[in-house]
């Protein structure tokens, strides 16, 4: 009788980090588009779609540095043999951080995740979305975490996660 190949086991820990070079973008971005409104301000203009232009990119200019601008949160994902997920956003906090599941609208790229996790602990449900890039986490570490969560999206038959590559 031939041996049967058992999976391998998908156990893993991963701290992910914010992404710098997210952060630098949306400062770029910030600038960029206040520059764009000084610009369109300091020219003199007798109409009001100038007017509102500059109002839009200054306000993109404002969200994008509020962005740029939040507190560093370092997120802990584990993941056990059987395939259970726990998030902790605070990794220094003791306790295993609460339990998630992956929800449909989950991205799952080789070297971009986008992962939406639902609480499973309580009445209430809250959905986190958690942002890994490859500036968030080591290459291996990063590809580890890829295949562990495209496991668990395969043996999840209600999560529709678009996985690509």
Do not use: Y
Not at 82 to 87: D, H, K, Q, T, Y
Not at 105 to 110: C, R, V
């Amino acid at each position: 009788m031939p041996a049967v190949a058992l999976p391998p086991s998908i156990a893993l820990t991963v701290l992910v980090k914010p992404s710098r070079r997210l952060r630098a973008l949306l400062c770029l971005f910030a600038l960029v588009h206040a520059g764009t409104a000084w610009r369109i301000l300091s020219n003199e203009h007798n109409f009001a779609a100038p007017l509102l232009l500059a109002a839009c990119c200054g306000l993109a200019a404002t969200l994008c540095g509020a962005a740029a601008c939040q507190p560093l949160k370092t997120r802990r994902i584990d993941i056990s043999k059987a395939g259970a997920v726990r998030l902790t956003v605070q990794h220094k906090l003791p306790g295993p951080g609460r339990a998630v599941r992956l929800m449909p609208g989950s991205l799952l790229l080789a070297r971009l995740l986008v992962l939406r996790l639902a609480s499973i602990d309580g009445a209430t449900v809250c959905v986190q979305t958690v942002l890994v890039l490859p500036d968030s986490t080591d290459r291996a570490t990063l590809r580890a975490l890829v295949v562990a969560m495209r496991a668990i999206a395969g043996r999840n038959s209600a999560c529709d996660v678009q996985k690509i590559g």
